[in-house]
């Protein structure tokens, strides 16, 4: 069974750079059928996802956090990473790692991406 | 961006009642949606993908129906498990985007 556990500060100061990272077990991050996704919940709110990266280290991010987002890949840890600069009071928020796959009937015919696993979320402050 | 929408936003049932939850797409999305169910300080689990595909080990009163811009998740006998914050995701573009959710309630 595939597992996913986040790790990192829970509180980062306004304008610094929040770091966390995703441990996956059951599973490994080299996997060529995988995305591992980044994926957040303001207190109260909706999801958001951030952006992804796949085992070649081929990443794509949501182009509202595009040009503060870095996700990077561990294979020897089996990890994978988030890095969010300058952060702001709307940073606050649940982090959530996940893994997706794209899945093909038994004609290897796509049926669609799934978001299938996902970590249980750590919460990260950020403070003035 | 695709934008999803649901509604209700809340809805407060009792057990053993058939509930709907209904998703909107901003466009086209073909059968590209899921569900997700979502309980307090937990991680949201996957109900249905492909519109209608029930994800292994997701209860049978679980269903999902639609294709293009309009979705329904319906649970054909609420169960006290089943009170929780349910959402729907595309997965037609990127960025991947969420609905809003939607809150069911006891009643």
């Known amino acids: 069974q595939v597992q996913l556990q986040e790790s990192g500060p829970g509180l980062v100061k306004a304008s610094e750079t929040l770091s966390l990272s995703c441990t996956v077990s059951?599973?490994?991050?080299?996997?060529?059928?995988?995305?591992w996704n980044w994926i957040r919940q303001p207190p109260g709110k909706g999801l958001e996802w951030i952006g992804y990266i796949d085992y070649s280290g081929s990443t794509r991010y949501n182009p509202s956090l595009k040009s503060r987002v870095t996700i990077s890949v561990d294979t020897s840890k089996n990890q994978f990473s988030l890095k969010l600069t300058s952060v702001t009071a709307a940073d606050t928020a649940v982090y959530h790692c996940a893994r997706s796959l794209y899945y093909f009937d038994s004609n290897d015919y796509y049926v669609s991406e799934l978001f299938d696993h996902w970590g249980q979320g750590t919460l990260v402050t950020v403070s003035s | 961006d695709i934008q999803l929408t649901q509604s209700p936003s809340f809805l407060s049932a009792s057990a053993g009642d058939r509930v709907t939850i209904t998703c909107r797409a901003s466009q086209d999305i073909s059968s590209y949606l899921a569900w997700f169910q979502q309980k307090p300080g937990k991680a949201p689990k996957l109900l249905i993908y492909?519109?209608?595909t029930l994800q292994s080990g997701v209860p049978s009163s679980f269903s999902g129906s639609g294709s293009g811009t309009e979705f329904t998740l319906t649970i054909s006998s609420l169960q006290p498990e089943d009170f929780a914050t349910y959402y729907c995701?595309?997965?037609?573009?990127?960025?991947?985007?969420f609905g809003p959710g939607t809150k069911v309630d006891i009643k």
């Open positions: 492909a519109a209608s």
């Open positions: 059951g599973g490994s991050v080299s996997s060529d059928s995988c995305h």
């Open positions: 995701q595309q997965l037609s573009s990127y960025p991947r985007t």
